[in-house]
């Protein structure tokens, strides 16, 4: 069956240190994946898209990679700061044929500790 | 641009009572979602519309839920009649192209 996993439910980590959190999935073969942020009690904000042929991207203090051959992407954060403390979630296109419509996973809470 | 809108942002009703969300998409905007929400199941796309027409409703849980979108400007889901077990929140989301998707603030759904 298909399936997306952020094998983190909560992440904590000290301020000023780099977070990495993990979207692994099955059964896919994504033209893309994203990743957005969601404060509690607001919707999902867009953060970062990284395309199948693309390995890593970069903004700001995120980054993003993509390996297909592993069915993972891996986001950092570096220098972590509380203001970084959300919910990050992973989503791809699951048909595969770069369609508009994405599957999530249930997400990462990450906390970052003054 | 105001982004994404959504009416109302928290509802409260019976079991069995007709309950109406609404969304006004980001102008310009071609693809609107409808999402719903749950700590139990995540984020789950319940219908796609391309250019105000239905492409894929097949995340719609049954009968009981209907979307439409009259126009470019506006869409509804409309779940009749409710159960408690669609107590959820529920997001609409608005995109141009696969950059991004862009989320309204959620209506948060109780059924009593």
């Known amino acids: 069956s298909q399936k997306i996993e952020q094998n983190s439910e909560a992440l904590n980590i000290q301020e000023g240190k780099t977070a990495t959190l993990t979207c692994n999935y099955t059964n896919y073969s994504p033209a893309y994946l994203q990743w957005y942020r969601q404060d509690p009690g607001r919707g999902p904000v867009f953060l970062l898209l990284i395309r199948e ?6 903004k700001e203090r995120l980054k ?4 297909t051959t592993l069915k993972q992407s891996l986001f950092h954060i570096t220098a972590s700061q509380p203001a970084d403390s959300a919910t990050y979630l992973c989503a791809l296109d699951a048909s595969g044929a770069g369609s508009y419509q994405l599957t999530f996973g249930k997400g990462t809470k990450l906390s970052v500790i003054p | 641009d105001a982004g994404v809108i959504q009416s109302p942002r928290h509802e409260v009703t019976e079991m069995g009572q007709e309950v109406t969300l609404r969304c006004k998409p980001i102008s310009g905007h071609n693809s609107l979602f409808w999402y719903r929400q749950t700590m139990m199941r995540g984020l789950e796309l319940l219908i796609y519309f391309n250019n105000n027409v239905p492409i894929d409703d097949s995340g719609m849980p049954e009968d009981r839920f209907s979307a439409k979108m009259p126009n470019a400007s506006f869409s509804t889901l409309k779940i009749q009649p409710s159960e408690p077990r669609d107590s959820a929140v ?8 696969q950059v991004e998707a862009f989320f309204g603030q959620g209506t948060r759904l109780t059924v009593v």
Request: charged share 35%; net charge neutral.
């Open chain 1, 53 to 58: 042929n693309e390995k890593e991207k970069r």
């Open chain 1, 64 to 67: 993003v990679t993509f390996d």
């Open chain 2, 90 to 97: 529920y997001f609409c989301a608005s995109s141009w192209g």
